[in-house]
């Protein structure tokens, strides 16, 4: 198993371009989970799927931030005109999902460091 | 609305001294409380989670009760060990609440010789 898979693991954009991260979750996983961490801030939820359907997205920025799930096996975050307050590490986690996803562990992945300049 | 406080951003301690990182929250419904551990450059990982009164789950030698009447999740261990040093998350889900899971600010752990 080799968990969850997130790529690129590092981002460099310029203040105005698009920044794509992708996330593979576990296989069987149907739950996937977008945070952000900053030193100020720590972690924040973003939003989650299950079974690919948008379920919270309570967590995202209004403006730029978007998130997809077109398959089971990926999801991706997409922050268009990147800003410096963006830069952070980006992390996906997912979980077995079903009646119980408010008990379940997640499983994080190793996160995307996106820095924007 | 829900939201979970972490007093402490900083706790050194000497090894083989008792660990205890506070965790209160509020929360409008019932509450699931987790706690999380992230070591340096690595991510996050789940520790412990509660979600019955009074019970004590543990792991690794950390335990913590979930006290509704205080509202409270505190993450104790009874003797600290160099491998402890991390940044230690609470985090709080609510069933059928608007956000899906709020975090403390968290706490980092330095275990010292």
């Known amino acids: 198993n080799a968990g969850v898979i997130q790529t690129p693991r590092h981002k460099v954009t310029g203040k105005g371009q698009e920044a794509t991260l992708w996330c593979e979750p576990i296989?069987?996983?149907?739950?996937v989970f977008w945070y952000r961490q900053t030193i100020v801030q720590g972690l924040e939820f973003l939003t989650y799927?299950?079974?690919?359907?948008?379920?919270?997205d309570s967590g995202m920025p209004k403006e730029r931030f978007s998130a997809q799930m077109p398959n089971q096996s990926h999801s991706t975050l997409k922050i268009q005109s990147t800003q410096p307050q963006d830069s952070a590490v980006y992390l996906c986690?997912?979980?077995?999902?079903?009646?119980?996803?408010?008990?379940?562990?997640?499983?994080f992945g190793p996160g995307t460091r996106l820095l924007v300049l | 609305g829900d939201s979970v406080t972490q007093t402490e951003g900083l706790v050194t301690l000497t090894e083989g001294l008792p660990v205890m990182l506070n965790c209160t929250y509020q929360?409008?419904?019932?509450?699931?409380l987790f706690w999380y551990v992230q070591h340096l450059n690595e991510a996050p990982k789940l520790l412990l989670k509660?979600?019955?009164?009074?019970k004590r789950p543990e792991h690794q030698g950390f335990h913590a009760t979930l006290h509704k009447s205080s509202s409270s999740f505190h993450l104790q261990k009874s003797s600290a060990q160099l491998s402890d040093s991390a940044l230690y998350y609470c985090?709080?889900?609510?069933?059928?609440?608007?956000?899906?899971?709020?975090f403390g600010t968290g706490t980092k752990l330095q275990v010292v010789p």
């Open positions: 296989s069987g996983h149907s739950a």
């Open positions: 509660s979600f019955t009164d009074n």
């Open positions: 929360s409008t419904y019932s509450p699931f």
């Open positions: 799927f299950r079974n690919q359907a948008p379920i919270d």
């Open positions: 985090a709080l889900r609510v069933a059928n609440s608007g956000t899906y899971q709020r």
């Open positions: 986690a997912s979980s077995l999902g079903g009646l119980g996803v408010n008990q379940d562990t997640q499983y």
